[in-house]
Structure formats: structure tokens, C-alpha cells
């Protein structure tokens, strides 16, 4: 089955510095990945839609700036937390939409935890 | 904007019991409609999805869930359910011709032996 997965799996970080987060697709090329955003005890949160070789789609109230994602080839989209407080300490899960199967169907890496010190 | 809203936040059965777990949506379109699994420790699972046809979708593990349109409603049910069930179960709503999938809050399912 398709197959996405995320590095690093967990990761701190002191207030201000920025860190990156890949989402791969192991076995399939992706064209449209998305970045969630997961808090304890609630559900996800859709942050931005990822598309390959052009700029990401951000939700409301997601900020663009503070949020960076680049989806460079078929097989990689990276979010970038930039200049990271502790206010954006959180679980940050990816997925991708399958070509070729059903449309609508998307397969979930198994995030990454983000704790900001 | 679309919204989907699980009223069940946190559910205890025994095993053998049966369950059904709610999700309402809002969205005045036509929608595809899913339910994940998040067993602890594990990624995001697909249980089932509905997308059109028989409004009785049977799923993985024996799940079904019932889409009745009248309702904005798409259910979960499971017969008897097992400890091994014990987990978080999402309900997901995607437009039809949309890329976007919007969760529900989740439902915690803890089933005790």
C-alpha cells in the first residue's frame, strides 16, 4: 500500500530558531500533499495544501510566513516552522492523495512531534 | 467553509457491546465522507469512506457506517466491539472535486476486557 513517511519523528528546539519537517511518499509519486496540525486531545487541523512545483494553498489564519512549505519534487514536501515560540509546540502530521487509486483517499505519515523549549 | 462535528468526545464500552459513534457535517454540496482510526502510537488508519451508491458502507474490522443524506449524517457502528478497538476514531469530509479534508474533533473509544 502507499506509504508516506515523516522526519524527524520528534524534535526541540530553543525559542527562535527554525526547523524542518519531510514528508515523503515512499512508494508512489504525490503531486498534492497536505499539513496538519494536531494538539492534544483534538483533532486535526488542516494548515496548508502542498502542490508539487508550484506554491502552497494555506488555510485561514495559518500564517504563510510563519508556516513555509515546498513541495520540490514528487516524492518531498517540507514544513519549515520558522523562528518557532512555544505557543507552536504540537503534533505536525502530512498526507498525501494517492494517483491512481481513488481520488479522494489520502494516506497519513505518523507526524512529527514539535516541542519548542 | 465546511465543518464536521462528533458528539461522542469520549466513549467506554465492555467488549461484546455494540457501538455507534455520531458525525454531523455541514456542507450544502455533494461530499465524500471517511473514518479514520488512530490506534495509540500508530498513524492515521482508514476504516471506510463513502463516496456515493449504497449510503451502507462496510469497512475494515467489521465497521460500517450509514450515510443518511436527509441528516448530514454519517455514522460508525460496530456490532461488538473488541479491546483491540480501543482507539480514536475521526470523521472526515471532503467536497466532492476538492482537494481539502476536514476532520471532526474525534471520538476516544476505550473498550474494557
Known amino acids: 500500500g502507499a506509504v508516506v513517511s515523516q522526519h524527524p519523528s520528534w524534535v526541540i528546539c530553543k525559542s527562535g530558531t527554525s526547523v524542518k519537517i519531510e514528508c515523503r511518499s515512499l512508494d508512489f509519486q504525490a503531486t498534492t500533499m497536505f499539513w496538519y496540525r494536531q494538539f492534544p486531545k483534538q483533532s486535526l487541523m488542516l494548515m496548508a495544501t502542498s502542490n508539487e512545483g508550484s506554491k502552497a494553498t494555506y488555510e485561514q489564519g495559518v500564517e504563510k510566513d510563519k508556516f513555509l512549505i515546498n513541495h520540490a519534487s514528487l516524492t518531498l514536501s517540507t514544513l519549515t516552522v520558522t523562528s518557532a515560540h512555544p505557543e507552536d509546540s504540537s503534533f505536525y502530521i502530512c498526507?498525501?492523495?494517492?494517483?491512481?487509486?481513488?481520488?479522494?483517499?489520502?494516506?497519513f505519515g505518523p507526524g512529527t512531534r514539535l516541542t519548542v523549549t | 467553509a465546511q465543518s464536521v462535528s462528533q458528539h461522542n468526545h469520549h466513549v467506554i464500552l465492555s467488549e461484546a457491546a455494540s457501538l455507534e459513534l455520531g458525525c454531523n457535517y455541514s456542507y450544502g454540496g455533494t461530499v465524500n465522507l471517511f473514518w479514520y482510526v488512530q490506534y495509540p502510537g500508530q498513524h492515521l488508519q482508514l476504516l471506510l469512506k463513502?463516496?456515493?451508491?449504497?449510503?451502507l458502507v462496510k469497512g475494515i474490522k467489521g465497521f460500517e457506517a450509514e450515510f443518511i443524506k436527509s441528516k448530514f449524517s454519517f455514522n460508525l457502528r460496530k456490532p461488538s466491539v473488541q479491546w483491540s478497538d480501543t482507539a480514536e476514531y475521526f470523521c472526515a469530509v471532503n467536497a466532492q472535486g476538492g482537494n481539502q479534508f476536514y476532520f471532526g474533533t474525534g471520538t476516544s473509544l476505550t473498550v474494557i476486557p
Open positions: 463513502y463516496f456515493s451508491g449504497d449510503p
Open positions: 498526507s498525501a492523495r494517492v494517483p491512481g487509486f481513488s481520488p479522494y483517499e489520502q494516506y
